[in-house]
């Protein structure tokens, strides 16, 4: 029900857009996320947007990505601007399909996109 796509490879200081488009059900009523998942590592939320708006971005890319989302397309998006070879990961969009609180913790997040790959070059 989610599809992540957008990834790709980019040298250092370039920029990617990330999109997830939503499929099946509505989830303007949903809290949506990019997770990051780097070999060998844990995955861990980057940003995240509420169903009201409010946006989480851990401190490793604040101030050069950007979540938003489009309710009208069913679609969130991750701007990454001046990226760095450790931003390279999968990279998955979540949803958690309820109106909560926003998490940033996986097991919060029922719906799963199967993952885009975005490799940095230095």
């Known amino acids: 029900q989610l599809q992540a796509s957008g990834g790709g490879l980019v040298q250092a200081g370039g920029s990617l857009r990330l999109s997830c488009d939503a499929s099946?059900?509505?989830?303007?009523?949903?809290?949506m996320a990019w997770f990051r998942q780097a070999p060998g590592k844990e995955r861990e939320a980057v940003a995240a947007?509420?169903?009201?708006?409010?946006?989480y971005y851990s401190d490793s890319v604040k101030g050069r990505f950007t979540i938003s989302r489009d309710n009208a397309r069913n679609t969130v998006y991750l701007q990454m601007n001046s990226l760095k070879p450790g931003d390279t990961a999968v990279y998955y969009c979540?949803?958690?399909?309820?109106?909560?609180?926003?998490?940033?913790?996986?097991?919060?997040?029922?719906?799963w996109g199967q993952g885009t790959q975005v490799t940095v070059s230095s």
């Open positions: 979540a949803a958690d399909g309820r109106r909560a609180p926003l998490y940033t913790t996986r097991n919060k997040y029922d719906y």
């Open positions: 099946g059900r509505t989830f303007s009523g949903s809290n």
């Open positions: 947007v509420s169903w009201i708006g409010t946006t």
